[in-house]
């Protein structure tokens, strides 16, 4: 089973900021296939990020995904008062496994 | 719209049984795999269990492999999540979630999530 260790587990920012997000997998992720989802609070989950870069529908290009084997990344480029919330990666590589999440939040 | 509605979800003791259920709509249902995902309350998330758009292929998390049994009804839009010999952490909000690709046993990113029912293990 891939493990995926997400870090930091809460990132501290102010709105306008750039976040970067990482996301180890404890072995290679076949083909990059690793999702990047956000969840507000009382909400289910949305992906953002699918293939380790590829943007879903009606997701702001602010969002963008990167990497690749172990280690990816997201980064919200300038951050909007809606982002302070948490992110989590899941790899479909082999079976499908998720990561302990990052909650970004206002310094 | 596309949606997926979740149902059947309350309070059921140690050891017992439910059946959850999920309602698609808005989209070719029966070409598209669909899995269930758990979230423990204050936890992360979970994958527990998929099924291939044709029925053909069922996938479960080693944590719920034996006790639970993912089904399909392609003329109803109507997945199923049979949950037995329950236990106090499988306590948790269970979504229903669409595959992202059509026409295969399943890519594994999930693009459609239902809002989730609630499942509570308690005596």
């Known amino acids: 089973e891939i493990v995926l260790t997400q870090s930091p587990g809460t990132l501290s920012l102010s709105p306008g900021d750039r976040a970067t997000l990482s996301c180890r997998a404890s072995q290679t992720v076949s083909s990059s296939f690793l999702a990047w989802y956000q969840q507000r609070p009382g909400q289910a989950p949305r992906l953002l990020i699918y293939?380790?870069?590829t943007r879903a529908t009606g997701i702001p290009d602010r969002f963008s995904g990167s990497g690749s084997g172990t280690d990816f990344t997201l980064t919200i480029s300038r951050l909007e008062p809606e982002d302070f919330v948490v992110y989590y990666c899941?790899?479909?590589?082999?079976?499908?496994?998720f990561g302990g999440g990052t909650k970004v939040e206002i310094k | 719209q596309v949606q997926l509605v979740e149902s059947g979800g309350g309070v059921v003791q140690p050891g017992g049984s439910v059946r959850l259920s999920c309602a698609a709509s808005?989209?070719?249902?029966?070409?598209?795999?669909i899995h269930w995902v758990r979230q423990a309350p204050g936890k992360g998330l979970e994958w527990v269990a998929v099924i291939s758009y044709d029925t053909t292929n069922k996938y479960y998390a080693d944590s719920v492999k034996g006790r639970f049994t993912i089904s399909r009804d392609n003329s109803e839009r109507m997945v199923y999540l049979q949950m037995s010999s329950l236990r106090a952490e499988d306590t948790a909000v269970f979504y229903c979630?669409?595959?992202?690709?059509?026409?295969?046993?399943?890519?594994?990113?999930?693009?459609?999530w239902g809002k989730g029912t609630t499942v509570t293990v308690s005596s």
């Open positions: 808005g989209f070719s249902f029966s070409t598209y795999a």
């Open positions: 293939d380790a870069s």
């Open positions: 899941q790899q479909y590589g082999s079976s499908l496994s």
């Open positions: 979630v669409r595959d992202g690709e059509p026409s295969s046993s399943w890519y594994g990113y999930m693009d459609v």
